[in-house]
């Protein structure tokens, strides 16, 4: 098994793909990810290989018939690796190795080489590498034939010889020292990032005052067109998936006196390996403290529906699910299903269509973040001295001045304020805010 694993890149390899199925438990599923997730990895798709089940073959997952066929298109379209959609156990791998002379990656090992390729700061690559060890872990006793016992009873043989002065003894499983390798990793991984994580938090701690929003959505919605439409973040944008991984936060100004920080997250698929959920819980930070979740859904997509279900499970996953959603259909400028838009405004009464690459729809966008982020409109009167400059700074920043007095070293200001920026200026100026109207 191990000459197949050397590595578990797919890039630029040939590829052969399968997914495999059993009606009680879920349905027909036509590779169209799948095979933009090979792509995305890298690899050529020369064939794909479907298989309805009555129940899965413990050894192979798919029957051993299916195997045989499996073997013989592996073998004419010459392929390096095959790819299930289905998450398979190290024997299930070992056994469709052996019987098909290829190496097989299932559909988690797939996206976790994805995020190892995408992964560009020193904490995306951290986070990529827990994942990665924690898939690993559980799974050594099957993934490698080299796990046998290391020599080392009997100091006399040939074979004790090898361990040399104090090694000879009754010996261990390289197995075990695989393990203990790997946890130990693991452990110096989660330290590290630990205290990345202190420090992102304490980033996310500072901006209490302002509101947050965060982008949220599909894996290749366009959130990062979306964010670079409305800032000035530079994100790096492709059509591909997982194409940006880190996360990046700028100031925007939907309108006059609405500033907010906008942030940008790793985008989802269906069936998000949990090691990557769990790894990557710091990025995630940004979405579990948000005031507001912009869920980018890209409603050109014919699996639309199943995308969002994916999605809104993963922010149940983390902690998400209660926080205030804003539904954004996005690439209404691409539609080719006729009436697929209004069938989803039906459903999603709310949500508004934009088109980020062309700049449709960025208007109402942005009127109606600004109604989440003021919320319902009071009028104030607030007193401070004149050399308080954070309170007329805020004032000016998330409000709008109505009339400003001057007697001496105090300063009366009335203005028009969100009731979702109230507390931010009640958190600065407690003892002198008057509420005038509501």
């Not at 700074?393 to 070293?409: C, P």
């Amino acid at each position: 098994m191990q000459k197949f694993r050397e590595t578990l890149r797919v890039r630029k390899e040939r590829a052969v793909l399968v997914a495999a199925f059993v009606p009680a438990v879920s349905g027909w599923d036509d590779l169209t990810e799948l095979t933009a997730l090979a792509e995305s990895a890298g690899a050529v798709v020369v064939d794909r290989f479907q298989q309805k089940l009555r129940k899965i073959n413990p050894a192979t997952y798919i029957g051993s018939g299916k195997v045989i066929q499996l073997a013989g298109r592996v073998k004419r379209y010459k392929a390096d690796v095959v790819i299930f959609d289905n998450d398979l156990s190290p024997g299930q791998i070992r056994g469709l190795e052996e019987e098909i002379n290829a190496k097989v990656l299932d559909r988690s090992e797939l996206i976790l080489d994805i995020f190892a390729t995408r992964a560009q700061t020193k904490q995306a690559k951290l986070q990529v590498e827990l994942a990665q060890l924690e898939y690993t872990y559980p799974r050594l006793a099957r993934m490698w034939s080299h796990l046998d016992a290391v020599a080392g009873a009997g100091g006399g043989t040939a074979a004790g010889a090898v361990g040399g002065i104090g090694t000879r003894g009754p010996g261990e499983q390289q197995l075990e020292l695989d393990r203990r390798i790997v946890k130990k990793r693991i452990t110096e991984l989660k330290r590290e990032l630990i205290d990345i994580d202190g420090r992102r938090i304490r980033e996310i701690e500072a901006r209490k005052e302002h509101f947050k929003i965060c982008l949220v959505g599909y894996t290749n919605a366009g959130k990062s067109t979306l964010m670079n439409a409305l800032t000035d973040a530079g994100v790096f944008v492709e059509d591909r998936l997982f194409a940006t991984l880190d996360t990046r936060t700028r100031k925007w100004a939907p309108a006059k006196g609405a500033e907010v920080l906008l942030s940008d997250t790793v985008g989802f698929v269906k069936n998000l390996p949990h090691q990557l959920v769990a790894s990557f819980k710091a990025t995630l930070e940004e979405a579990i403290n948000a005031d507001l979740l912009l869920h980018v859904i890209d409603v050109s997509n014919s699996d639309v529906l199943n995308q969002i279900e994916s999605v809104d499970k993963v922010l149940t996953e983390i902690g998400c699910g209660e926080r205030p959603i804003l539904k954004v259909f996005n690439k209404v400028d691409i539609l080719k299903v006729a009436g697929q838009l209004e069938m989803l405004q039906t459903l999603f009464t709310d949500a508004v269509a934009i088109s980020a690459k062309t700049g449709y729809g960025l208007d109402k966008l942005s009127q109606a973040v600004t109604a989440k982020c003021r919320g319902n409109e009071v009028t104030l009167r607030i007193s401070t001295t004149v050399a308080n400059g954070k309170v007329q700074n805020y004032l000016r920043a998330h409000g709008t001045i109505l009339e400003e007095h001057y007697l001496d070293s105090v300063v009366v200001i009335d203005a028009r304020l969100g009731q979702n920026q109230l507390l931010g200026l009640q958190r600065l100026h407690p003892e002198a805010v008057e509420v005038l109207q509501d």
